[in-house]
């Protein structure tokens, strides 16, 4: 197969962001198709005390929970000590898992058309049972076959690499307040072959993925970190003008002016020596330092028979669940979710400066982080109690609270990665700045045009996935 | 001051590339000056016994060697356990100096040539003993004052950022064979203001160092990883060959080749996709597992009274001594240094396709590794006893030994940062491939092309400490 250069490559991706229709199935069929297993799916969730946690282990006093395989992942204590933010050291339990996860496509075209093999996928802790996910999810373990374990489905075409074109391999972070420098690996892989297609797996457009994130709880997490990756490339305005042209002619203002803020060449505020050199000082400036504890040495948390929670019900809380899912067949385990005290909140603000969308883009340090600071949202307060934080305390959570209903230009609410968060659930916003938006910035900020935020997609582990989750939500169309 | 825009930085850092004469010194001159201040000059380096070394101590019976202050640096042992390459575990001594260091230029702009501001540094361990230097080596303690030490010269220029103008600043590696998971902190600023110049301060222009650097021992290790991350922009033909025209007429072809090829947005080989698809996998193929232990329980290695080494007297040797340095007035200090077994080798080999040159790469894991693997010359056997080592055991080692004088473009003993490390050398070749280059690559290696690897560059902690070196030293004249 002769690989394609690399602008065939983003005329592809873009083609396929720029189509809704698809002859396999509508968007309103699969909406309809996910409820309908959804209703089919039975999943139970009992909460159980620690000690019934079949499986895993409290070693050493409750030093670590863990797999009694030493696989999948534990929950470990870790203390922090930063000069970032107003609190300089706390305790915290964390999600370790230090394999590398995959999360893959296969792709193929269809006259013209790249689609995306999807998966209906359960996970005990959707907010909806079943979320559509990417072709693969799978562990290093399970990728490489080194256990010789069940193999995943579709696994052999990631793995033949001469059945199959790569169009992104990317390694990029998970949530750092929950994972312990955990990322995962975004592969897209296009395909000549015919591939069967497996219940629970359907051909999607990329315009189809975009058009049902803006469905509350449909995409799963992993779905969306990959998509957000996606590069279209950097164009003149002539080329962006043929792109609008051919656009879908039920565009909206915004959606075309998104298009045109993903494809330009052209940034109007800071350019990427700029942007770095922001971000080196801020990485230079910050200091995070992780130490392993024992769970049950942790201030300020607490172990009952059932649950590792905060003194004042902040944050999130670990629980032990008993699990049963059934639809077709029955399965049933146990294993530890992490719990969110309440919704939380990310939000971009943007602003168009010459017609170009750029994203206000914050430094966060967050503990679990590979290397201290990542690219975050604009407001990010994950569980936090955002609805009762006094205003000023956060930048910008004022300004969005505020908001008028015409600068909101996404709000929809999107799940945690359900095989590890229990219901966990984040309002997705895309605020536009008014002119009453003060042009002084808070300290940590930067404007970003979404071109340069593509970029620093593609050199990896740049934007945290708060702020990727927001990117695979713009639609072009 | 009104900053600069991209384009114009751009076409300021080429201008200085390009541009050799100086009417502040001539380049023989200032081989003639640091030939002088050698002269004058006296470094006395004995060795001593590690329980004389003042200020250092060897706490728990050895387990690390370490500052009184606990600042600096200290020695430790780790163990190493990897899938990467022959040796699957090994335990070794490595330096741990957990502190950013920060190494910048001040630059300023006289009749339109832009002047970067070196110094004339003496190192302990320098062959020679004084070499040129940034404007600035310092800590980030020294740099943000914290301990209110001895203030470091010009260091006002870096914190009063209102003074300057910021052109790069970039968090790039050290020796990740060395150093663990040590990065230094690359700053270019550049000032409208009348500069003092203080004694061992010179105005040198960009093609002046580059041009020095092709001298054994001249420009230090901090010099070359700074300068080799200046971006230079991305052209089409046309203004490659405006560029060319206006270059030093005493060009050779080789030179006005790696210009273009430094500066023309074309690449012919592999697409940054791709290549980024490239470094992923192996980031996800290769694990490194390192953990501290005592250094009197390392495998393999020997502490007698006065040093640390490898009971085959293989890779480097940690060793106490007593420093005496005597021009204008004499400083005395005591300090553990890191000597080499032997004179270690790094080349590129290089290929033009479509008169731009694309370099060799080699994805490379070292124990000290921020993120596991970096990019890496084609051949990098740092103290490894190349001279000795059986044909084919290392990629492409042969047909380096092998090259006619012809194929030899680059040919150059550098230093070591000589802070740390006692007379270590490398030989830096550049070699073009010729007819007989088998075109199917050993496994880990890639085509990337001199601007792809400008741009890997700009986005950090891709090319490791041995590439960038390599780097620094292309002419464009």
Redesign the interface.
Same mark, same amino acid.
């Given at each position: 197969m002769n690989p394609m250069? @690399?602008q065939e490559?983003h005329l592809l991706f873009l083609r396929s962001a720029l189509t809704e229709e698809n002859p396999f199935i509508k968007t309103k069929e699969i909406i309809d198709w996910v409820n309908s297993r959804n209703f089919a799916t039975n999943v139970s969730i009992n909460r159980i005390t620690f000690d019934r946690l079949k499986n895993w282990n409290t070693d050493n006093d409750f030093y670590s929970l863990n797999h009694d395989s030493g696989k999948f992942f534990s929950i470990i204590g870790i203390n922090v000590d930063t000069n970032y933010g107003e609190i300089e050291s706390w305790d915290q339990p964390i999600i370790n898992q230090p394999e590398?996860g995959y999360l893959g496509f296969i792709t193929k075209e269809f006259n013209g058309i790249l689609y995306f093999l999807m998966q209906a996928k359960i996970e005990p802790g959707n907010v909806n049972n079943v979320q559509l996910s990417p072709t693969l999810q799978a562990t290093?373990s399970n990728y490489s076959q080194v256990h010789h374990g069940k193999k995943p489905i579709y696994l052999e075409y990631f793995i033949e690499r001469d059945r199959c074109e790569?169009? %992104? /391999?990317?390694?990029q972070s998970e949530q750092g307040s929950r994972f312990l420098k955990k990322r995962n690996?975004n592969i897209i892989i296009k395909t000549n072959e015919e591939v069967p297609l497996h219940d629970d797996f359907i051909w999607m457009t990329l315009g189809q993925i975009k058009r049902l994130i803006s469905i509350d709880n449909l995409i799963n997490m992993d779905t969306r970190t990959v998509i957000s990756g996606i590069?279209f490339g950097s164009f003149d305005e002539n080329t962006i003008n043929f792109f609008n042209a051919i656009g879908n002619v039920s565009s909206t203002d915004f959606s075309k002016s998104m298009l045109a803020s993903a494809l330009s060449k052209y940034s109007y505020l800071n350019? $990427? /020596?700029?942007i %770095?050199?922001w971000f @080196?000082?801020l990485?230079?400036k910050y200091e995070i330092n992780i130490r392993q504890i024992s769970l049950n040495k942790m201030r300020d948390w607490i172990i009952s028979d059932d649950e590792i929670f905060h003194k004042d019900k902040k944050f999130f809380r670990i629980i032990a669940t008993k699990i049963e899912i059934s639809n077709r067949e029955v399965s049933r385990w146990m294993q530890p979710l992490v719990e969110p005290a309440q919704e939380g909140l990310i939000v971009f603000i943007v602003k168009k400066i010459h017609g170009i969308y750029h994203f206000l883009v914050q430094a966060k340090v967050e503990s679990g982080n590979?290397?201290t600071v990542e690219m975050a949202p604009t407001v990010q307060c994950l569980t936090g109690n955002y609805k009762t934080t006094p205003n000023n305390s956060l930048p910008y959570l004022d300004y969005v609270r505020n908001a008028s209903k015409s600068q909101i230009k996404l709000d929809v609410i999107q799940s945690e990665e359900g095989g590890r968060f229990y219901k966990e659930q984040n309002r997705n916003l895309i605020i536009e700045a008014d002119n009453n938006f003060d042009e002084n910035l808070h300290q940590n900020y930067i404007w970003v045009s979404l071109n340069q935020l593509h970029t620093f997609l @593609? $050199?990896?582990n740049y934007l945290n996935i708060q702020a990727r989750s927001l990117l695979s939500a713009i639609s072009f169309m």
């Open positions: 250069n @690399t490559k590398i290093k790569v169009l %992104i /391999d990317q390694l690996r590069p350019s $990427f /020596d700029d %770095i050199a @080196t000082e990485k230079c590979f290397d @593609t $050199f990896n």
